[in-house]
């Protein structure tokens, strides 16, 4: 299952001297924005500073759900399954493709024995 990032929580925590109240508001404030964008909209009317709002803004851009190993593997055998028969057939053949295959997608066999 794919896992949560929340990546405001940590820039909002080391971020500059705010109330814990303003913390609040702005952590609402990145999850109800739609994307980067309306996000640099709201914070753009508000007194903070520039490198505090540009943090928040690429954290926006990061996905919140990130793909788990198995969310990884799906991905490489359903990139299989639609592959070219014979494509598919040579692929088969060779026990270090779906590995290879497997390395390209973010996992890695180490990742696969550790879940």
Known sequence: MPKFTD??????????AISDE?????????????????????LSELPLRGDFKDDLIRAKRKPALEPDDTDKVMGVLNHMSAMDSRVLE?????????KALIAAHGGSENESRES
């Not at 990546?7 to 500059?16: D, E, F, M, R, V």
């Not at 303003?22 to 709201?42: G, I, M, N, T, Y």
């Not at 040579?90 to 779906?98: F, R, T």
Request: net charge negative; charged share 15%.
């Open 22 to 42: 303003q913390r609040s508001d702005l952590w609402s404030l990145f999850h109800v924005s739609k994307d980067p964008a309306e996000l640099a909209q709201h």
């Open 90 to 98: 040579a692929a088969e053949s060779h026990p270090l493709v779906l």
């Open 7 to 16: 990546h405001a929580a940590p820039i909002l925590s080391a971020g500059p």
